[in-house]
Nanobody, 122 residues
Framework: QVQLVESGGGLVQAGGSLRLSCVASGRISSINVMGWYRQAPGNQRDLVAT???????DYAESVKGRFTISRDNAQAPVYLQMNSLKPEDTAVYYCAADRLRLPRKGQGCDWWGQGTQVTVSS
């Protein structure tokens, strides 16, 4: 199995920055891709950013140029550096991992973290 634990959420002002961390444990060699989803009240769950085992990254259009997903190696935590935060970024952020691909809305994803709340004040 794979276990994921997120940390780093909190309350920040608009325009500020925050870094989320996701620590994976267990059979991490099974993971092909990791990423971050977010879900705000009344909204659907959306994929924010992904990083593959080969280091390729991808981002939702709403966060391009502001967020960066990274990791030093396959055994290191995955980070989501969030800059120029906006109130519309307020959501619960979930780390996720899959043996193949991460679906846009999270349906069928193999492994999930518990979520961490990010609140951006206006």
């Amino acid at each position: 199995q794979v276990q994921l634990v997120e940390s780093g959420g909190g309350l920040v002002q608009a325009g500020g920055s925050l870094r989320l961390s996701c620590v994976a444990s267990g059979r991490i060699s099974s993971i092909n891709v990791m990423g971050w989803y977010r879900q705000a009240p009344g909204n659907q769950r959306d994929l924010v950013a992904t990083i593959t085992s080969g280091g390729s990254t991808d981002y939702a259009e709403s966060v391009k140029g502001r967020f960066t997903i990274s990791r030093d190696n396959a055994q290191a935590p995955v980070y989501l550096q969030m800059n120029s935060l906006k109130p519309e970024d307020t959501a619960v952020y979930y780390c996720a991992a899959d043996r193949l691909r991460l679906p846009r809305k999270g349906q069928g994803c193999d492994w999930w973290g518990q979520g961490t709340q990010v609140t951006v004040s206006s």
